[in-house]
């Protein structure tokens, strides 16, 4: 029997963008879903894994930002630097 395709699915909600911050240079960044990696570790649990982009270190944990929240800061970095 064939797979069926019971929902459509959102890849923006599958990997959104998550949120980094380096241990190594203290560098604070964000990394789209191609980006960074999901890993599962039976010890850990589930956590996200990139490379920092200053010092090249990999950096683990990282916390998901939603879209609202990103536009919601680029207003206030804006607004903030234009006064």
Do not use: I
Not at 5 to 26: H, I, S, T
Not at 43 to 49: A, H, I, L, P, V
């Amino acid at each position: 029997m064939p797979m069926r395709v019971l929902r459509n699915g959102n890849p923006d909600v599958a990997r959104p963008v998550v949120r980094f911050q380096c241990k190594n240079c203290d560098c604070l960044f964000e990394a789209e879903r191609h980006e960074y990696s999901a890993v599962n570790d039976y010890r850990n649990g589930y956590y996200y894994r990139a490379r920092c982009p200053c010092c090249g270190k990999d950096v683990t944990g990282g916390e998901t930002v939603k879209k609202k929240q990103r536009r919601e800061e680029k207003l206030t970095w804006k607004s903030f630097g234009s006064e």
